[in-house]
């Protein structure tokens, strides 16, 4: 059974820091593209960040850029994103997911990815 779960959220002020973490079990992943997707109330789920694991190559979203980081970690099967210098628009319900192995992450859309956690909330305040 595929399982993730992510941790790491909370409450911080603006320009505060937040890492978040997925703990991956029950799948099997070489170059898979692993992502970390968002979703504000009243708006779609968007893709923040995206993996390429094994290759470790990265895609961020222009809203994130210069303040996330996506990193891996094989040995203990998880996928964590650093936050840096958040903004009250980072608040959203933050959810990672598994997507198909290929050769690179670019042009993915949120129903290319079959397996997902349910999510922690980040909130910003101002």
């Known amino acids: 059974q595929v399982q993730l779960v992510e941790s790491g959220g909370g409450s911080v002020q603006a320009g505060g820091s937040l890492r978040l973490s997925c703990a991956i079990s029950?799948?099997?992943?070489?170059?898979?593209?692993i992502a970390w997707f968002r979703q504000a109330p009243g708006k779609e789920r968007e893709g923040v960040v995206y993996?390429?694991?094994?290759?470790?190559?990265?895609l961020y979203a222009d809203s994130v850029k210069g303040r996330f980081t996506i990193s891996q970690d094989n040995a203990k099967n998880t996928v964590s994103l650093e936050m840096d210098s958040l903004k009250p628009e980072d608040t959203a319900m933050y959810y990672c997911?598994?997507?198909?192995?290929?050769?690179?992450?670019?042009?993915?859309?949120?129903?290319?990815?079959?397996?997902w956690g349910q999510g922690t909330q980040v909130t910003v305040s101002s």
């Open positions: 993996i390429l694991i094994g290759g470790g190559s990265t």
């Open positions: 029950g799948y099997t992943y070489s170059s898979n593209c």
């Open positions: 997911a598994i997507g198909p192995a290929r050769i690179g992450c670019a042009g993915l859309s949120t129903r290319d990815f079959a397996y």
